[in-house]
């Protein structure tokens, strides 16, 4: 099995932010819509940010390992592309 890093994580976001249309800026800490990894507290967490102050929300409910995060990311990828093929 693969170690996951924060390439990969980061990967995964560029592919997600794309999908959705959103494009985060040199300031994409408080662009609404953009999606972040939290790399707090020895884990992992993904979040959106909610509005122009900066403020967040937690997407992923609980911190866990780099895989946790990298796998939910994935998850949500694979939401957004049913959703547009029209699959739910």
């Known amino acids: 099995m693969q170690r996951i890093t924060k390439d990969h994580l980061n990967s ?4 997600l932010h794309r999908l959705l249309g959103i ?3 040199a300031e994409s800490y408080r ?3 953009v999606f972040y ?5 020895g884990g992992c ?6 509005n122009s102050g900066g403020g967040s929300h937690d997407v992923q409910q609980r911190r866990g390992t780099k895989r946790e995060a990298y796998d939910f990311l994935g ?3 694979d939401g957004v592309q049913l959703g547009r093929d029209g699959a739910i």
Not at 12 to 15: D, K, P, Q, S, T
């Open 37 to 41: 990894v939290d790399h707090s507290n």
């Open 31 to 33: 662009q609404p819509g």
């Open 45 to 50: 967490r993904v979040g959106r940010i909610s």
């Open 23 to 25: 494009v985060p800026g």
């Open 75 to 77: 998850a949500l990828i």
């Open 12 to 15: 995964r976001l560029a592919l």
